[in-house]
């Protein structure tokens, strides 16, 4: 029994050895598979932490990246606005192109007839350029590059020795150029002036002449400026001598807006030895040629026009005279023009100088078309018009005042709204006017065809008329014409409240009536009133005046072999 409990005490004990062998060996392999899974576990741990490591770097990568995209975006969409605003600023100047376009098409036709035009005119300015290069050397050579730029060629070294944006200051270093020694200035094209060219007292070795390079030639005024001045420092010259010639040259102002007239366009004052030829003046405030207390001057060939009315004056009419010469002396006037002026010719004296003009001839010279006086004589000595040609005026044709040995000579005077000729004295005892009207035709005229006034107790006397016709005066050809029937052919009379004499006034060889077929106006061919005394009127043709041929009263007259 004992043996029995003994033998399975030791069968007990190999199995719990067994058991725990077992166990042990069990034991170990699970010990060794954990290891072995924790080994594998710690890899995939650092694996996965290396894969952690790069995911947050990528991803802190497409942080930036979605930033930097954000930003790009919100560029975009600016530049999208920005674009979309230039898109409708493209479409507005293309529509505007368009029409610019239509324009330039438009002015493409226009400046095509130009070219055409200019091509043609081209063959004569070319002639003319020639003609001027071998004929007529110069000094210097003004011009402008069409774009508001001048220049001075030098004639002798052909180099441009002056230029700049104003033709006045470019015209004027050429004439200081040549102040000692004289020369000829000549521009080309149109010349805009910001200011008068002046030629002062200093040219004593020579003359210098301002000249225009053909027809084409226009210097072009300020407004209320002159265009050329001509400024000695005496009267007369005296501290002189000078010599100047202006030729072929047109003188005038911008004609757009209304309102651009010049004051004058040559104004000459204290000069000895003067020339203006072949010039063209218009719109013109004071004068178109004004000459004051100056000597020995020449006109030959200037016309001036337009220096009256609304027109070019705005709302303050023009009241420019054609030609006034002030103070001077020695003057001719050859083929001198005055048309649609305030006053065609005006000669008076200077009333700061009390200089006297005197010795002034005009020959073949016309005043056509003047709102006042055709042409004015006051305070004068020695004034001469010969073949001289007054029509159309709205005043007297030829007036006459206080002025001495004045000569009218084969002239006509017609269709004036006032006298053809009038004679008066205003404050200057006139008994010795000398006054000569010769071989003259006065026609048409709406009062007299003469005129002759004395009044404020001033006498006229001394005058002869002889050979003229004197018709249909009464009447005028120009506007209204006034009453009939109470102006005569010559009517001599004077003011009877402030008294003053007519006397020694010759009425020879005339024709003095109303033209057949033509309604009769002239009432007498010759009428004399009060305080006109010997009035002879000798060897004259009457034929249909309407009162009679002669009417004398007075003291001392005498008719003789008149028909």
Not at 167 to 173: F, I
Not at 197 to 204: H, M, N, P, V, W
Request: glycine share 10%; with cysteine; charged share 15%.
């Amino acid at each position: 029994m004992a043996t029995k409990q003994k033998h399975a005490s030791l069968q007990l004990t190999r199995r719990v050895i067994a058991v725990a062998l077992l166990a042990l060996i069990v034991a170990s392999a699970v010990i060794g598979y954990v290891s072995s899974a924790f080994t594998n576990i710690q890899n995939r741990q650092n694996n996965l932490e290396a894969k952690y490591s790069k995911l947050s770097l990528d991803y802190a990568n497409l942080q930036s990246n979605f930033s930097s995209l954000q930003s790009s975006l919100t560029q975009l969409q600016q530049n999208t606005t920005l674009i979309q605003t230039q898109l409708v600023d493209l479409n507005s100047q293309f529509n505007s192109t368009q029409t610019i376009q239509n324009f330039l098409v438009q002015q493409h036709e226009i400046f095509q007839a130009q070219l055409s035009n200019l091509q043609t005119n081209y063959s004569g300015f070319l002639t003319e350029y020639q003609s001027l290069g071998t004929a007529a050397p110069f000094s210097y050579l003004i011009f402008s590059d069409g774009k508001g730029k001048y220049y001075a060629e030098n004639g002798t070294t052909q180099a441009l020795d002056f230029s700049g944006t104003s033709g006045s200051q470019v015209g004027q270093k050429c004439i200081d150029a040549l102040s000692a020694s004289g020369g000829k200035i000549v521009f080309a094209g149109t010349i805009k002036l910001d200011s008068p060219l002046i030629i002062e007292k200093g040219f004593t070795n020579g003359l210098l002449e301002l000249s225009g390079y053909g027809p084409s030639t226009q210097l072009i005024s300020n407004r209320a400026s002159d265009c050329i001045d001509v400024i000695g420092g005496k009267a007369f010259g005296y501290d002189g001598p000078y010599h100047v010639l202006i030729d072929n040259l047109v003188l005038t102002s911008e004609i757009s807006p209304e309102g651009n007239y010049m004051n004058n366009g040559i104004y000459v004052k204290n000069w000895f030895n003067i020339n203006i030829e072949n010039v063209m003046v218009f719109y013109a405030n004071n004068a178109g040629i004004f000459i004051e207390d100056s000597a020995n001057v020449h006109l030959n060939n200037v016309y001036v026009e337009g220096c009256t009315g609304t027109e070019y004056g705005g709302t303050t009419p023009l009241t420019g005279a054609g030609f006034w010469l002030t103070g001077s002396k020695d003057c001719y006037l050859n083929q001198c023009f005055s048309d649609t002026n305030e006053i065609g010719f005006l000669f008076d004296s200077n009333n700061l100088t009390n200089n006297l003009p005197r010795n002034v001839f005009l020959t073949q010279c016309e005043a056509t078309l003047t709102e006042k006086t055709g042409v004015s004589i006051a305070n004068t000595h020695g004034i001469v018009l010969t073949s001289v040609l007054v029509e159309g005026s709205k005043s007297d044709g030829v007036m006459i005042v206080d002025s001495f040995q004045p000569s009218i000579i084969n002239s006509i005077l017609s269709g004036n709204l006032g006298n053809g000729l009038f004679i008066t004295s205003e404050s200057a005892n006139m008994s010795q006017t000398q006054t000569t009207i010769k071989d003259c035709t006065l026609i048409g005229n709406s009062k007299n065809g003469i005129g002759i006034w004395a009044k404020n107790g001033e006498n006229i006397s001394q005058i002869n008329i002889e050979g003229s016709t004197i018709t249909n005066s009464g009447t005028g050809n120009r506007g209204t014409p006034d009453q009939p029937d109470i102006w005569d052919g010559i009517d001599i009379s004077n003011d009877a409240t402030t008294g003053g004499k007519c006397a020694y006034v010759t009425v020879a060889n005339c024709f003095l009536g109303n033209e057949a077929g033509s309604t009769p106006t002239q009432k007498y061919g010759v009428r004399s009133l009060q305080n006109s005394d010997y009035v002879e009127v000798v060897n004259c043709n009457f034929f249909s005046n309407i009162s009679g041929n002669f009417t004398l009263v007075g003291e001392n007259n005498a008719l003789k072999d008149n028909y």
